[in-house]
């Protein structure tokens, strides 16, 4: 076998080098590659909460204190030593958010509540480190990172075995470099009339069935609480499955220096944030994060809501095992005027949700606003409801304000839709004995009744305008009844109704003792159904009666397809059934009956809303000045009293 020369081996290396070399031209040491738009965003922001890895910044920390390789085998022992780093004076702000994110990864990786609350407490180092440390910049987007694993370190630290809940209580807690105080004050769990009896955490909601989620960023952890009245309620109620708005701030003093300490300090606050939207940290006003729509829709999911629509339609005569209620999403609030809602047939309070959760977002809604809703059975008398409403509310201002010193409660708003509406115009128009002699063939006087009967009859059939009420909406509103009525399933439908036990009893008495006493053929039936037909003398009496003087009311119209508006209907009600002469506007909106969702039947809310505080603004002392009126959907605004019409289609939903 011929052996090869040195220098033959020699030229044979030479060449493989030159071949290797020349075969990785195009892959240096060092590229680039270009990428798509969303590509190279989601890697420029990848972080430990979008990608349960951490961050480029902060692999470049590791790297940077030779800590890579013991992070990848001793995760524990990394964040020790880098802790160790970062309270030496060796580190700054850039290894206070790597502990962040490695504390908040490795406390999801092995479920240890005490690398949650070290996540927090690191985040919250960064986010407002003492004057000697230098602050994070503002355009930093670590800066978002760590509000977000502040406020998830919190709820992580302190949540229930299942995750449904936090419990905040003082005492000491485990750290992975030592322990903590933790200081909640009993009044912190008390807000007005109201004790907090749970929290749970929203920010890891997904939500369906509100258009719209509105979220304010900030510090802090937005929970929805469920509260109990700590005095009986007066006048009014906060819902009982209604849930409030509150965000969790734990505070540290020092909170660098406190790092290199073994025992740590910390407050825990709950702020409301219906009532604040900031708070002061450092001497700075910090905003409170809130996710008010979470909240709202946590208190909507709940199917006692939705069940009662039908069964209050046909409950009547169970009127009460579920009593008719005034109720509130939050405490009476005193110089904020009331908005009343009231929802149609075979409804509930619920379906207003997408109004009230767009209302709420607006500062100029809630600032000078205070939510109310009136929850009856649709299946009743309509003029019976009305009278339930009335009662309701005269009771509220009486309780609510004995000594009559606040006077937003006499610049309420009334909006009412399909039957509520119905209800809402009782609120304002003076009958006198029309409505009676539409029905009855002598005066109320002389008809055969115990007292309690006739003050009942009174009460439905002799109509006085509501001192309070200064302005009422109506939303798809059958004035003058609705067509469906008349159909043979509805006839059907209405037999089935049960009416309640005063109204059965009042009937009883006088087909017992008034033998002299008729009534109009033409308004005999029962039910809300039977109220609401064309021909009903009584709801014709109710169409033609004026608004009270004083009185400002608005008509919202809804009507389906492109059509002509007159003639035209929304699947429910005829446009000539809903217009009303003498409002202060109308508005067409191209909707479906239940046009509550449609943001354009919405922005037209919020409009006559800034109007009214605008006018009431002359009369009760505001807070703020009158905001500039404007719609700011893109409806076509023509005279006072002409048809006003919307832009484009309404969104189907439920009548």
Known sequence: MTKCSPARKISSALCCVIWLLLAAGCETPVGVERLDSATAQRRLTADVLTTDELSSQARNVLRRWVLSERYDDDPAGAIAALHAIATEDRGDEDEVITLAEMAYLYGEKTQQRRYFLAAAIYSYAFLFPEQRFRPPSPYDPRLRLAADLYSFGITHAFASN????????????????????????????????????????????????????????????????????????????????????????????????????????????????????????????????????????????????WERELKAFFSGVFSESTPTQLASIEAYRPGRIPVVFVHGTASSAGRWGDMVNDLLDDPRMRDRYQFWFFTYDTGNPVLYSAALLRDALRDAVHKLDPAGKDPALSEMVVIGHSQGGLLAKAMVVDTGDRVWNAIANKPIDQVALSPERRELLREAVFIEPLPNVRRVVFIATPHRGSYLTEYSVTE????????????????????????????????????????????????????????????????????????????????????????????????????????????????????????????????????????????????????????????????????
């Open 162 to 305: 299942d995750g449904t809940t936090v419990d905040f209580r003082s005492g000491g807690y485990e750290l992975p470099f030592g322990t903590v105080q933790v200081v909640v004050k009993p009044s912190a769990f008390e807000w007005r009339n109201r004790r907090i009896v749970a929290l749970s955490p929203v920010q890891d909601l997904a939500i369906r069935g509100l258009a719209n989620r509105y979220r304010r960023p900030g510090v802090g952890a937005p929970l929805a609480a469920a509260t109990q009245p700590i005095l009986a309620e007066r006048g009014i109620q906060v819902a009982p499955r209604m849930k409030l708005p509150m965000t969790a701030v734990l505070r540290l003093d020092a909170p660098r220096r406190q790092l290199a300490r073994r025992e740590l300090r910390v407050t825990l606050d709950l702020y409301n944030t219906y009532d604040v939207a900031t708070t002061t940290i450092a001497g700075e006003t910090v905003p409170l994060e809130a996710d008010e729509t979470a909240v709202l829709a946590y208190t909507l999911a709940s199917p006692e809501i």
């Open 492 to 655: 059907l439908l209405g037999r089935f109704l049960t009416l309640p036990a005063r109204i059965i009893e009042t009937g009883a008495e006088l087909a017992r003792n008034a033998t002299d006493f008729k009534v109009n053929p033409r308004s005999l039936g029962s039910g809300s159904l039977f109220g609401m037909t064309p021909k009903n003398p009584v709801i014709q009496t109710m169409a033609a009666t004026p608004i009270a003087p004083g009185v400002h009311a608005h008509s919202i119209i809804a009507v389906a397809g492109n059509g002509l508006v007159e003639g035209s209907n929304d699947g429910v009600v005829e446009y000539s059934s809903s217009h009303l002469d003498g409002v202060d506007s109308e508005y067409i909106v191209r909707s479906t009956h239940s046009t509550q969702s449609n943001p354009y039947t919405i922005e037209e809310v919020r409009r006559i809303l800034q109007l009214h505080a605008a006018d009431a603004c002359r009369r009760v002392p505001c807070n703020q000045p009158p905001t500039t009126v404007s719609h700011r959907g893109r409806g076509v605004d023509t005279s006072p009293l002409a048809p006003r019409e919307s832009a484009a289609f309404g969104r189907q939903g439920h009548g």
